[in-house]
């Protein structure tokens, strides 16, 4: 089992920076994939950033030059730096974790609002 717990989350005006962190426990060694996905109200949950074990990382279009995904995935903790935060960034952010079978996990989620 893994556990990640997310911190870092708040209200900011727009054009402002917000950094997240998560930091994952338990069953650490197995992680491959660490990333971070947000859920807006009414929305489905989308894909924001990923890093690999590798380094590599992708980002959805809409983040793309002002959020940066960071970390060691070997030791289980990633951030997400965010810049120039938008309206429509408001959402719930959670951590995730897949490991080398395939498993997924997740935080409880933090909660961005940016105000106009």
């Known amino acids: 089992q893994v556990q990640l717990v997310e911190s870092g989350g708040g209200l900011v005006q727009a054009g402002g920076s917000l950094r997240l962190s998560c930091a994952a426990s338990?069953?650490?060694?197995?992680?491959?994939?660490m990333g971070w996905y947000r859920q807006a109200p009414g929305k489905q949950r989308e894909l924001v950033a990923v890093?690999?074990?590798?380094?590599?990382?992708n980002y959805v279009d809409s983040v793309k030059g002002r959020f940066t995904i960071s970390g060691d995935v070997a030791k289980s903790a990633v951030y997400l730096q965010m810049n120039s935060l938008k309206p429509e960034d408001t959402a719930v952010y959670y951590c995730s974790a897949k490991n080398i079978l395939g498993l997924d996990y997740w935080g409880q989620g933090t909660q961005v609002t940016v105000s106009s």
């Open positions: 338990g069953s650490r060694f197995s992680i491959n994939v």
């Open positions: 890093i690999r074990r590798g380094g590599s990382t």
